[in-house]
């Protein structure tokens, strides 16, 4: 079975930085886009951004550009979302997510990410 | 952006009977050189990840009961679920994955009734 596990969350102040990782396993992770999606306490589901294969290409919905970076490493099987200017509104779980192509086919438990002061 | 609306945002269905529930894009989702559309269904339940459906409007992911079928085309998509189980109580989330930004649908809320 695919399995990604994520981790790096935690509660960080206003204005703070957070790195999340998403590490990969039975799944041929150089061969899919990756994803970030995220789900505010008792919200839908938000698209963050995703990576190309082979990092060359990368898209952010607008509320974070700027301020966040997709990453990949693929000898690491590893995905990276580096959280910069964290708003109390970036509070959420975190999940990455792949698939063929732009679709979202296996997911991540995720990882709570606490924006507060 | 590719904006999607879903309704009904919440439904009680009996066990054994049907539930269906629709999801409108704001433009079309047919990916013309596919000749697909590229719209997904998710259940989501309690404290657990998305978990894919329906892909291609109507293609059901494998190990996917039969139960779950998509259908529409152009900007109107349908789940439906034939005989409700008590299992596939969740939030029901409808998805485009043609452009940039990805949008989801606000959710589906399926319950017994």
């Known amino acids: 079975d695919v399995q990604l596990v994520e981790s790096g969350g935690g509660l960080v102040q206003p204005g703070g930085s957070l790195r999340l990782s998403c590490a990969a396993s039975?799944?041929?992770?150089?061969?899919?886009?990756m994803n970030w999606v995220r789900q505010a306490p008792g919200k839908g589901l938000e698209w963050v951004a995703n990576?190309?294969?082979?990092?060359?290409?990368?898209s952010y919905v607008d509320s974070v550009k700027g301020r966040f970076t997709i990453s990949r490493d693929n000898a690491k099987k590893s995905l990276y979302l580096e959280m910069n200017s964290l708003r109390v509104e970036d509070t959420a779980v975190y999940y990455c997510?792949?698939?063929?192509?732009?679709?979202?086919?296996?997911w991540g438990q995720g990882t709570l990410v606490i924006v507060s002061s | 952006d590719i904006v999607m609306t879903q309704s009904p945002e919440s439904l009680a269905v009996s066990l054994g009977e049907r539930a269906t529930i629709n999801c409108k894009s704001s433009q079309t989702v047919l990916h013309r050189s596919y000749k697909e559309h590229f719209l997904a269904w998710y259940q989501q339940k309690p404290g657990q990840p998305p978990k894919l459906l329906i892909h291609?409007?109507?293609t059901r992911d494998s190990g996917v009961p039969d139960r779950f079928s998509g259908s529409g085309s152009g900007t109107d998509f349908t789940l439906t679920i034939s005989s409700l189980q008590a299992e596939d109580v969740a939030v029901y989330y409808c998805?485009?994955?043609?452009?940039?930004?990805?949008?989801f649908g606000g959710g589906s809320k399926v319950e017994i009734k």
């Open positions: 291609g409007a109507s």
């Open positions: 997510a792949g698939g063929d192509g732009w679709l979202c086919r296996a």
């Open positions: 990576i190309k294969q082979d990092g060359s290409e990368k």
């Open positions: 039975e799944f041929i992770f150089s061969n899919y886009w």
């Open positions: 998805h485009q994955y043609l452009s940039a930004p990805l949008t």
